[in-house]
């Protein structure tokens, strides 16, 4: 296979991948880069350059689209380039959002292009305003916007994407989820482990707290808001005067990765040291530092804190907990995904720097206790996020056949989607009104039925629209007591940051709702899990049992190699006991599983090739199966260990959401059938 890997930077969230793809000879390994440095073994790393950045003339809210112009015209002229040499990949799997990718298909028509999409921008109800005293102003809700061009072209022109978590996949628009895979880059939790009894000794920067009891860690990029830099600043502040013998490490550069600078040129770390007056005997800040010394901060950690907005999660989380470490995170959305409070981890809120001491004062004055939710931690990495386990899974979905994949609004005009009768947020029945009449009023713009249906469409509203309205159809016979209202009123309230009455009547206003539309809307998904319930928990288990054998999973060992007669030759080697199978593999084996030795799983067993299936179903834990001929390979196999899927909560929970969107697709496709016209005859 040949293979075009393109990111500005190298390797980034590529390195894993392509290191495995460069190590089967078969393979042919290309990434472009503007990097002029870095190395991995068998890749070749190619440079493209934009000629330019963004013109300053250019209009700001443009910028980014024309310097994602730029890079797709760099990358085009590197193809170029590569083409003339003789190299046109099978396929292209490319970062979104920066541009690489954007005219890839031009030249290369017939490869299969991969996108890795880390985040789709929203101006309300992710990170942008997350901070309610950080207001966007109507330029920065149109600049938020049109950041998404060049990542819904890649959206429209790749044949698959992926997204590392079910969180960032939830950001991007609900009809292209069937595109995606969720599928986590991986963390070494070889590399990644913990140290019991460590200490803290970091000679090239003359760091030595191998006397210290007491060690409080905190990593990141730059030192920002948008990782909760402030906030921890201030938790440290409250924290020194409550434990005099506590240290406190800090691991990152004085810089901004994510969000704004400070208008008057000061770094945050300037501005927070200015404003607290923290013993800094006992604040040590590291700067960057290699991984070998970030991993010695780490096994050395008593508790470490990890915050967040609502935004891309960071390798230092899985790294962190993978290293058994106890971890105070954000209570936000992409951290409550990997962590469960008290099960795995501590979680406060993000804006209270007392709650945030307080979880790591808990984590200090009980270590028996957080023995446990340290070791959960780090099992929550093996099962979820470890690299042994997502490599294998990671190749194969490069490398799988691609089925059409047609959106349900594929054929659609808009002409043919007929006025329809809807239920509001207050649950009266309601009819769409003649097309000639006034429907909204837009600064000076009256908008009519004609005009609004042209504009959804354009900013690719319309299937948002009749998603949200066949939903309300379905919930609007679902109630909630006053005590599930009371609950998420307060929740709706928590989660938009509406901590008075003043501010959520501001909301209101803003958002141009009453009251009643309010409480439908805070009790929204609830309604949506009793539907949910009412409609599939009583078929939940036929559900599952037709389901069992695909969702049952299976750990085995595995070597693959294309010469039948040196298979036999390891297969007895094997069962003679002259090498152990972890052995065999990393020195035989052909594919990926050789980094791994031989170790694969666990893996549900709709993963592997469906003649695989069949060995590892009638196979026994321990059993050695001689060698077997599937396609080009020659297969050793051994299952290791058979885990059957249960029907717990979360896998009840999981077949309901699935139950759901296959519903809602369903009915999103019957919507978008053209509606046959009744035609009124003249006498």
């Known amino acids: 296979m040949r293979i075009l890997f393109l990111h500005p930077n190298f390797p980034a969230q590529f390195r894993h991948v392509a290191a495995a793809l460069a190590k089967d000879r078969h393979n042919q390994v290309f990434f472009g880069t503007t990097r002029q440095d870095g190395k991995l073994p068998g890749v070749n790393r190619v440079v493209y350059s934009p000629k330019r950045e963004a013109r300053p003339e250019t209009h700001h809210y443009v910028r980014p689209l024309e310097n994602a112009v730029l890079q797709g015209q760099g990358v085009y002229r590197l193809a170029e380039q590569l083409k003339a040499r003789g190299f046109v990949p099978d396929v292209v799997y490319g970062h979104s959002g920066w541009g690489p990718t954007l005219f890839i298909k031009d030249i290369f028509p017939q490869a299969k292009l991969l996108c890795y999409f880390e985040w789709f921008y929203h101006a309300h109800g992710s990170d942008a305003d997350f901070d309610p005293s950080d207001r966007l102003t109507a330029d920065d809700e149109a600049r938020i916007r049109i950041k998404n061009a060049p990542i819904l072209q890649d959206l429209y022109s790749c044949d698959r994407g992926l997204s590392p978590t079910y969180w960032q996949r939830q950001q991007f628009p609900l009809e292209y989820h069937n595109k995606i895979t969720v599928l986590h880059d991986g963390v070494d939790t070889n590399f990644f482990c913990p140290k019991p009894g460590a200490k803290l000794v970091l000679p090239s920067i003359n760091l030595d707290l191998s006397h210290v009891e007491e060690l409080v860690t905190y990593a990141t990029r730059g030192m920002e808001p948008y990782r909760g830099f402030p906030q921890f600043i201030e938790a440290v502040a409250l924290l020194q005067q409550k434990r005099p013998n506590c240290h406190v490490v800090i691991v990152g550069e004085n810089r901004v990765a994510y969000g704004k600078k400070l208008p008057d040129g000061k770094t945050y770390k300037e501005v927070m040291l200015e404003k607290y007056d923290l013993d800094l005997s006992r604040v040590h800040f590291t700067g960057w530092l290699p991984y070998t010394e970030y991993l010695q901060v780490l096994q050395a950690s008593s508790a470490h804190v990890y915050l967040t907005r609502p935004f891309v999660i960071s390798w230092s989380l899985m790294e962190s907990l993978a290293t058994g470490c106890l971890v105070v995170g954000s209570r936000t959305p992409p951290v409550m995904e990997v962590i469960q409070d008290g099960v ?171 009251e009643t539309q309010f409480l439908e809307l805070a009790t929204r998904n609830l309604r949506i899990e009793k539907f949910k319930k009412a409609t599939w928990g009583s078929k939940l288990e036929s559900h599952f049992r037709q389901l069992k054998p695909k969702l049952d999973q299976v750990v085995y060992s595995l070597i693959r190699i294309r010469d039948g007669a040196a298979a036999q030759e390891l297969y007895f080697r094997l069962l003679e006991g002259e090498q152990s199978f972890a052995e065999v593999a990393r020195q035989y084996s052909q594919g990926a599983e050789a980094q791994t030795g031989g170790l694969i799983g666990p893996v549900s067993l709709s993963m592997p090739h469906p003649q695989l299936v069949r060995i590892l179903a009638v196979s026994q834990p321990g059993q050695l199966l001689p060698p077997t001929n599937i396609g080009d390979w020659w297969l050793i196999v051994r299952l290791e260990k058979f885990i059957p899927a249960q029907l717990d909560e979360s896998m009840r929970q999981r077949l309901l959401n699935e139950l759901f969107f296959t519903w809602l697709k369903e009915q999103l496709q019957k919507a978008s059938q053209p509606q046959p016209l009744a035609v009124k005859h003249s006498a």
């Not at 959960?376 to 470890?386: I, M, N, S, W």
């Not at 029945?429 to 909204?440: C, D, G, N, P």
């Open 344 to 514: 795995n981890g501590l979680l406060a809120d993000f804006f209270s720097p007392q709650e945030i001491c307080d979880r790591i004062i808990e984590a200090l004055n009980h270590p028996d206790k957080m023995a446990a939710i340290r070791a959960k931690a780090r099992q929550t990495v093996l099962e979820r996020y470890d690299l042994a386990q997502l490599l294998p899974q990671h190749l194969q979905w490069i490398q799988q056949e691609d089925s059409k994949l047609v959106s349900p609004w594929e054929g659609t005009k808009l002409e043919s989607i007929a006025p329809v009768e809807h239920k509001g947020f207050g649950g009266k029945q309601q009819k769409a009104e003649k097309s000639s009449a006034k429907l909204l009023q837009v600064h000076n713009q009256t908008l009519t039925t004609q005009e609004i249906i042209p504009l959804l469409s354009r900013y690719q509203l319309l299937p948002k629209l009749q998603q949200e309205l066949i939903i309300d159809d379905a919930i609007a016979s679902f109630t909630c007591s006053s005590e599930e209202q009371a609950k998420c009123y307060q929740e709706f309230c928590q989660q938009n940051q509406l901590s008075s009455e003043v501010e959520r009547q501001a909301w209101l206003q803003q958002q141009n709702i009453s």
